[in-house]
Nanobody, 126 residues
Framework: QVQLVESGGGLVQAGGSLRLSCAAS????????MGWFRQAPGREREFVGT???????YLADSVKGRFTISRDNAKNTVYLQMNSLKPEDTAVYYC????????????????????WGQGTQVTVSS
């Protein structure tokens, strides 16, 4: 059974940092593209970042220079390091997984992911 469990969310002041983790179980983690998305109240889910099976990262323009995405295939975990947080980063953050045969492939479209975690709340106060 595929399972994704996010952790690391919380309340932080503007300018602060958080690191989100997403632990995967029930499948061969290294065969999957991993992604992070977020959804704020009243808004559509939006792409934050993705990392290929081989570790190639790709981030949304809105978070480039502030966020970093990485994965540890030995630990079946993907991370989202968030620095210089802004109030507009407030949202529920979800990790997602998609099987891929291509080690260098990344995906930024939510509809192309098959599995999702339950989400973790990130709140940035001004």
């Amino acid at each position: 059974q595929v399972q994704l469990v996010e952790s690391g969310g919380g309340l932080v002041q503007a300018g602060g940092s958080l690191r989100l983790s997403c632990a995967a179980s029930g499948w061969t983690f290294s065969n999957y593209i991993m992604g992070w998305f977020r959804q704020a109240p009243g808004r559509e889910r939006e792409f934050v970042g993705t990392v290929s099976r081989s570790g190639i990262p790709y981030l949304a323009d809105s978070v480039k220079g502030r966020f970093t995405i990485s994965r540890d295939n030995a630990k079946n975990t993907v991370y989202l390091q968030m620095n210089s947080l802004k109030p507009e980063d407030t949202a529920v953050y979800y990790c997602a997984a998609a099987p891929s045969r291509t080690p260098t492939e990344v995906r930024s479209t939510s509809g192309r992911y098959d599995y999702w975690g339950q989400g973790t709340q990130v709140t940035v106060s001004s």
